[in-house]
Structure formats: C-alpha cells, structure tokens
C-alpha cells in the first residue's frame, strides 16, 4: 500500500499537476491550442438570432464576434444568453454609419459539451441587412474566463483590408481576429490561420505566438469592401 500510494504521488508530480492541466516540454504549461470553429452562422433580417452549437471540451475558452448590418440607426445595446453558460462582453459595441456594420466580441468558458442554443438580441429598428456570429474554441487557455483570460481587444471599422492592432497582455498570448464585411474576405493575415467562414464573405483567424506581453500584434485580412473588426489575445494557463 505505501508503494502504491508512492507510485501514485510520483505519477502526479511528474506529471507536473495534480489537476491535469496541459503541460509542455520542461514542465512549462502548454501553449494555447486551436480547437475548433465554435459558430460560423449568418442570418437574415431582424433582433434576435439563434444558433446552436456545442464545445469540444469543458474549460476551453470560447471566443467570437456578433454583428448587426444594418442601413438604419445604429444599435444601441445587444445582449448573448445561454443556459448554463455564462458570455462576458470584451469589446465595447462598435461600428460606423459609413460601414453600415456593428459588431462587439464575447468570451466564455466553455462549462460543458451539451448542445447549447445561444441567443443574440440587438437593440435596434432591425439589422435590416443581416446579422452573423463567427468565432473559434481554444484549449490550454487561463480558465478565470473574462477579461483575465481575453487579456487584450480592439475593434475597427473601415474600407478595404480590414486591420487592427491588439496588444497582448500577458506572454505567449493566442491572437485571434474576425472580420465583417460586405462580403469580399479573400485572405488572413501573415502568420494567421483561417478558421471560421460563414459563407457570405465573414472569416475569422488565429495566431499562437511566443511574444511577450506587451506585443502590439497586427491583425489584418484581405478585403476590398466596408468591414468591422475584432481581434482579441488569450491569455495561455
């Protein structure tokens, strides 16, 4: 039995947790890791859209973008709901008049893997061009969840390529980004991944890096049209 129960401690430190969380090489914790596409869904007119979906695993940290196009007012206020889940708001609501698009970023820890139907209500006459969520699961990020875990954001709107710049805040940050346009997204940035894509013309990328904190990360896609942007940093465990 004390061999047994040494065995068993030998087994937990050498595994560098007792908690299984990811660790790499030389004992350092793991780096971010892409999971998957959380949501690529675009809908029609209207307040209110409803997607479903699912994470791949409890604890990962879920990022996206919601957006509203509209030729009319700019929304006001917009809420994300789930049972069970709980959808931290990371950029403000942003967007212009001229780009006809509005947008705000949402992180959330992913509390299990059940179908989940989540709900975007937009304050607002009517997004009376169309609405789109898009964003991506990642593992072995901190799981405090909001603004801990999504250390860093920024929004833009303009025309032609959509860019920004996030600074990450904490070392070896993920950086992730979606892009809204009018439907002329033909390329991520230098060093990004492609992962969402709704079909109309809506991308999202991600970036794993060795930066330090403090890095000014530019977040860029290839497009020709008005767009709103969100690029977001993960902060790794």
Not at 74 to 91: C, E, K, N, R
Not at 188 to 205: A, C, H, I, L, Q
Not at 208 to 235: H, R, S
Request: proline share 3%; with cysteine; charged share 10%.
């Amino acid at each position: 039995m004390a061999y047994a129960s040494t065995l068993l401690w030998v087994l937990a430190v050498g595994c560098g947790r007792i908690g299984f969380d990811a660790v790499g090489d030389g004992g350092v914790p793991a780096a971010v890791a892409w999971t998957a596409v959380f949501v690529q869904h675009e809908a029609g007119t209207g307040v209110v859209d409803t997607f479903t979906t699912h994470a791949i695993a409890a604890g990962d940290a879920i990022v996206f973008e919601v957006s509203c196009s509209t030729t009319l007012a700019a929304p006001t206020a917009l809420s994300v709901s789930a049972p069970g889940w709980t959808f931290a708001q990371i950029g403000a609501l942003s967007g212009s008049v001229a780009a006809q698009r509005y947008i705000a970023s949402f992180g959330a820890i992913a509390p299990d893997t059940a179908n989940v139907s989540i709900t975007v209500t937009w304050t607002t006459a009517s997004c009376d061009i169309g609405r789109t969520e898009i964003g991506d699961e990642f593992a072995n990020a901190d799981p405090t969840g909001g603004t801990v875990t999504f250390d860093g954001h920024t929004e833009a709107t303009g025309t032609g390529n959509c860019q920004a710049t996030v600074t990450t805040g904490h070392d070896r940050d993920a950086v992730w980004g979606a892009c809204i346009s009018a439907g002329a997204v033909s390329g991520v940035g230098p060093g990004f991944t492609k992962t969402g894509d709704d079909g109309t013309g809506n991308w999202s990328e991600y970036r794993l890096t060795t930066d330090p904190g403090g890095t000014a990360e530019a977040v860029t896609f290839t497009n020709t049209t008005a767009y709103a942007l969100a690029a977001m940093t993960i902060k790794p465990r």
